[in-house]
């Protein structure tokens, strides 16, 4: 008996069947997390591999080098802490915040989130910078979305943006205590320990 005489009645089970392929397929793609580990409890982020590979990249070979061991959160950006900026973000900012070591680092390509599509929504890492192709190991985590610091945003007056990488899964919690902390001109007074970022999800 053919099945498959009734065209119409063959369709919806031919579509059927290859969106259960496409879902068992997207299911075993690969994810990478990483746990940072500070003072105030752990975050975990997964890392958008694919969306960014430059920046995704970077960030992983600091962290498997053991760069971020020992390093800090040191910046927190809150509505209430930027009276100069007309565009105002939040987001908590860390790294290994010294400039004599910064100066050695190399830095990379940017990856503009108009290239990624990854935005800068609730719990978005994404790297520090001046200039467009000037970062390296700083990086910060968004607090509730940011559109202004993705692609043709205002944050920035060169209208690039930042490079967006991954998102905070499990954790921020621990994100919004360190922005609550106190602060002097967006630096915290007393800058949180980060014991080490370290890879905990590869597949």
Known sequence: ????RNINWCKPVILLILALLVGSVS??????????????????????????????????????????????????????????????????????????VLDTIAPIRHESTQETGIL???????????????????????????PSLDYAGDR??????????GKVVKGMNVARAIQALPDEEQYLKEQVHIHEISLITKR
């Open 1 to 4: 008996m053919n099945l498959c």
């Open 27 to 100: 299911c075993d793609r690969p994810v990478t997390m990483v746990l940072i580990r500070t003072d105030l409890g752990d975050m975990t982020v997964e890392i958008y591999k694919d969306q960014a590979p430059v920046t995704a990249a970077n960030f992983l070979s600091h962290v498997e080098r053991g760069d971020y061991t020992n390093s800090i959160f040191y910046r927190a950006v809150r509505l209430d802490n930027q009276s100069q900026s007309k565009v105002k973000i939040e987001v908590i900012q860390g790294g290994l915040f010294h400039d004599e």
């Open 120 to 146: 800068h929504s609730d719990g978005v890492i994404s790297m520090a910078r001046m200039e467009p192709g000037s970062a390296s190991t700083e990086f910060f985590i968004c607090i509730g979305n940011q």
């Open 156 to 165: 920035n007056p060169d209208g690039q943006g930042f490079a967006a990488f």
